[in-house]
């Protein structure tokens, strides 16, 4: 699924930051991840073994606006998550 698929995701589907995205993932709920290639790594390394080692997909986005954006947000995102 692109970025630009987000877009077309209901709120209660879309977890966005990395804290939501931790959590989503945590709790199984989370189908799959994208990650902003310009977040800064120690922000998002932990999204993305955990994404990893529970076997979901993870995205690169080239930027954080670019994530954000697809998110329906004003501002950068560093991470979201796609939920069941």
Do not use: Y
Request: hydrophobic share 45%; proline share 1%; charged share 25%.
């Amino acid at each position: 699924m692109p970025v630009q698929e987000l877009q077309t995701l209901g709120r209660d589907h879309l977890k966005i930051g990395v804290k939501q995205s931790s959590k989503a993932i945590t709790e199984g709920r989370a189908l799959k991840v994208f990650v902003a290639k310009n977040a800064e790594q120690h922000v998002t390394r932990h999204i993305i073994e955990l994404a990893e080692a529970a076997g979901i997909d993870v995205e690169l986005v080239d930027t954080m606006r670019t994530l954000g954006h697809a998110c329906r947000i004003d501002v950068g995102a560093a991470t979201a998550v796609i939920t069941k």
